[in-house]
């Protein structure tokens, strides 16, 4: 849903950029409270994962195909505010170094890409585990609907934009129409996808998952008849090993993502996206322009020079992990160290039986 230079009239996109940059800058104090020494760096990492999966089109109808927004990954997996930046690294990256969404268009696809899909998903998450027993199934069930939800609310967004600004004369009800539709198709495969990086990293690293902390009650004991709390356990000799664990789910995500971005990456569906079908269909492209960074050497994610297209776009794709994960945890380390006395970290870790 990368929206590129020309779709929607200047004084339009230079009003989205005004309200993603407030919003960036509230997430920028938020993710104070929610970063501390272990869950900066993956912050860093799921913006690199973001960006990996997103290399991977799947097919979803004839000729078109749809891709991970990620902004529901992100806010269940390190918060909302964490989620909005880590979004906002990845649309960057792939702005400058791709030529991917318009560098004009840029606080557009922040706020539809990167604000909308967080805020929607992580406010529908919380709504269902008021409402779903306090399980590790509850949290994998309910990001799945939140995922699946978010991408849609992107696309309405997305066409309420296009209403306001958009620079050809297209009925506002076929575009809507023809978003919805593509992108409720977009959105199962998005709500699969984060099912299952959710599931699989609460499995091992529950209290690394920002959406599981603090939904279990304490452990009780009856005494005499009556049911009290019961001492919680020392936490120190445990420390160490929590430490490997940590690096091992890090190191082992990085892989990953390299993985998808280096080699699976050139399997992924070669049909336009939910956006550019529906512009091509509806002629929302007519006024498209040519990007900034075309004559970059990493543009349409290929090396230039490299003819070999399998080599290429592997290399493009293991150069913008790399670039993302770098990025990502270089402004997370600066936010964590940026906290202040008022804005102590989340500490609410308490998930084990989850």
Known sequence: MHVPDGFINAPVSAAAGVVAAGAVAVSLRGARRELDERT???????AAFIF???????PVAAGTSGHLLGGALAA????????????TVVLLMQGILFADGGLTALGVNVLDMGITTTVVAYAL???????LPKTRRSVTAASFVAALVSVPAAAGVFTLIYWIGGTTDI????????MAGVHVLIGIG????TALTVGAVIAVRPDLVHGARGLTSSLKLRIDGELVDAPAPAAAPAAPAAARSHRKIWAAGLVTALVLAGFVSYYASSNPDGLEKV????GIDKKTEEHAAKDSPLADYGVKDVSDARISGGLAGVIGVAATVV????????????RTPDAPADTTHDTESV
């Open 40 to 46: 900066a760096p993956l912050a860093g990492l799921v």
């Open 52 to 58: 990996a999966v997103q290399m991977l089109n799947f």
């Open 76 to 87: 269940i997996l390190v918060g909302p505010y964490t989620g909005v930046l880590c979004v």
């Open 125 to 131: 998450f919380r709504g269902l585990l008021g409402v």
């Open 171 to 178: 009925p506002i009800g076929k575009v809507f129409t023809a």
């Open 190 to 193: 998005e709500a699969v996808i």
């Open 279 to 282: 512009a091509a269909d509806q």
């Open 327 to 338: 990025v990502g945890s270089g402004v997370f380390y600066v936010v964590r160290r940026r």
